[in-house]
T-cell receptor, first 113, second 111 residues
Framework: EAGVVQSPRYKIIEKKQPVAFWCNPI?????LYWYRQNLGQGPELLIR????????DSQLPKDRFSAERLKGVDSTLKIQPAELGDSAVYLC???????????FGPGTRLTVL | QKEVEQDPGPLSVPEGAIVSLNCTYS??????FMWYRQYSRKGPELLMY????GNKEDGRFTAQVDKSSKYISLFIRDSQPSDSATYLC???????????FGRGTSLIVHP
């Protein structure tokens, strides 16, 4: 069975540029998460989707971050404009819901110069 | 004070040693407790998932939860160099579906 797929794996951009990350969850998983992981820290939730509905986005910096999950499958996370402090690994995870056993993708490592 | 505290290490042990990894927490509403393993430049991988206090065993891994002390542990028996990774604890309030992660402990098992 294919795991969670993320692309790109690495991205280097100049500050103030836009960037987008893509995630394809495990087939049949209705819950999708986007996390940000800073160096030496655990993942921190940005947004959680149940099917196509964003049910928890309280930690998403909405002035520059946006996300969508069209048709309740793939999801895209966008940053516009990027800032130096956005340099981190962006992880996507999916689960069936209950129990909340999450499966993570390999992440996108973003470097903002 | 963070809700979940975890010593970042690194913890260095010889091959074959018993490893003990620990987390403490402050939120008594946490009901689900997880341990993830994360290799360098990879996403976290779920190792153990427990709901109640007590022990849960899976091969060389044992997860222990003590809700009265707000303390959880992961034991690794007969540690192998391939166990070298960062181990993240995570906890969840029932029904929230949002885990709170510790910062992870870096484990190095040397031959």
């Amino acid at each position: 069975e294919a795991g969670v797929v993320q692309s790109p794996r690495y991205k280097i951009i100049e500050k103030k540029q836009p960037v987008a990350f893509w995630c394809n969850p495990i087939s049949g998983h209705n819950t999708l998460y986007w996390y940000r992981q800073n160096l030496g820290q655990g993942p921190e939730l940005l947004i959680r989707y149940e099917n196509e509905e964003a049910v928890d986005d309280s930690q998403l910096p909405k002035d520059r971050f946006s996300a969508e999950r069209l048709k309740g499958v793939d999801s895209t996370l966008k940053i516009q404009p990027a800032e130096l402090g956005d340099s981190a690994v962006y992880l996507c995870a999916s689960s069936l819901g209950t129990p909340n056993e999450q499966f993570f993708g390999p992440g996108t490592r973003l470097t903002v110069l | 004070q963070k809700e979940v505290e975890q010593d970042p290490g690194p913890l260095s042990v010889p091959e074959g040693a018993i490893v003990s990894l620990n987390c403490t927490y402050s939120n008594s509403a946490f009901q689900y407790f997880m341990w993830y393993r994360q290799y360098s430049r990879k996403g976290p991988e779920l190792l153990m998932y427990t709901y109640s206090s007590g022990n849960k065993e899976d091969g060389r891994f044992t997860a222990q939860v003590d809700k009265s002390s707000k303390y959880i542990s992961l034991f690794i028996r007969d540690s192998q160099p391939s166990d070298s990774a960062t181990y993240l604890c995570a906890m969840e309030v029932g029904g929230s579906y949002i885990p709170t992660f510790g910062r992870g402990t870096s484990l190095i098992v040397h031959p």
